[in-house]
């Protein structure tokens, strides 16, 4: 459709409501679930969306989701907003799990709260890991040799 005239009537031909309220893209995907349509170049459907019933798109901003439905195009569903502002969005609704707040230590035997992390140089520790870390050094430098030899001679 690149010389089609992109008009409202034509672009909700391609959708379809939910119960929740969002307008579902039935036209082409990207991998992530954003539609495409092919108007003025492909565009990502929500941002056509925006434009045609909302408004110009201003430089450097981005159109977000407020439903967190990639395939939304429903014009009270999007809103306007920076890198910043759609990173802030997409914490405070749990969306990016490495940012969020560690649950288990690495390798993942206890759990982190206030009593069991250390802080050191190298940031958060595990404390029963570290703990158990130099334990075991501790009973493997008991057991070796040298230490057993060290000891016999103080002891004499």
């Known amino acids: 459709m690149p010389g089609v005239q992109l008009t409202k009537e034509n672009f ?11 307008v579902e893209w039935l036209g082409s995907k990207d991998k992530d679930g954003y539609g495409w349509i092919r108007c003025q170049g492909h565009r990502k459907a929500h941002r056509a969306a925006y434009s045609l019933f909302v ?26 907003g920076t890198v910043s502002d759609n ?16 649950k ?25 890991c570290d703990n158990n870390k130099w ?7 008991k057991n070796s040799t040298e230490w057993n030899m060290e000891n016999d001679d103080a002891t004499k």
């Open 12 to 22: 909700f031909s391609r959708t379809q409501t939910t119960p929740t309220g969002c």
């Open 55 to 80: 408004g110009p798109i201003p430089p450097g901003l981005l159109v977000c989701h407020k439903c967190d439905n990639t395939s939304c195009v429903n014009p009270k569903h999007l809103f306007l």
């Open 87 to 102: 990173l802030q969005d997409a914490i405070s609704k749990g969306r990016i799990p490495r940012l969020l707040p560690q």
């Open 104 to 128: 288990f230590c690495k390798l993942g035997l206890h759990k982190l709260n206030a009593d069991n992390i250390k802080y050191s140089k190298s940031g958060r520790r595990c404390r029963q």
């Open 135 to 141: 334990m075991e050094r501790y009973y493997k430098r």
